[in-house]
């Protein structure tokens, strides 16, 4: 899925409502930063790759 820069601000917006209701917390700060630091996106896509590669992996072999 590709994220425009459209639903990044919208998400944004979302947060920040968000921590003014109810205040900061791990979670919203984690979207905030995909949301900001392109770097930290990166790397949590190549993460989630990863893992679901290592699933699939582990289910092939599993099945033996």
């Given at each position: 899925m590709n994220i425009t820069k459209e639903m990044?601000?919208?998400k944004l917006?979302?947060?920040a409502e968000f921590e003014a209701k109810f205040g900061e917390c791990g979670r919203s700060?984690?979207?905030k930063k995909y949301?900001?630091?392109e770097k930290f996106r990166k790397n949590v896509n190549e993460f989630q790759r990863t893992?679901?590669?290592?699933v699939v992996g582990?289910?092939?072999y599993k099945a033996r």
């Open positions: 990044m601000d919208a917006k979302q947060i700060r984690a979207i949301c900001t630091n893992a679901a590669n290592l582990y289910e092939k």
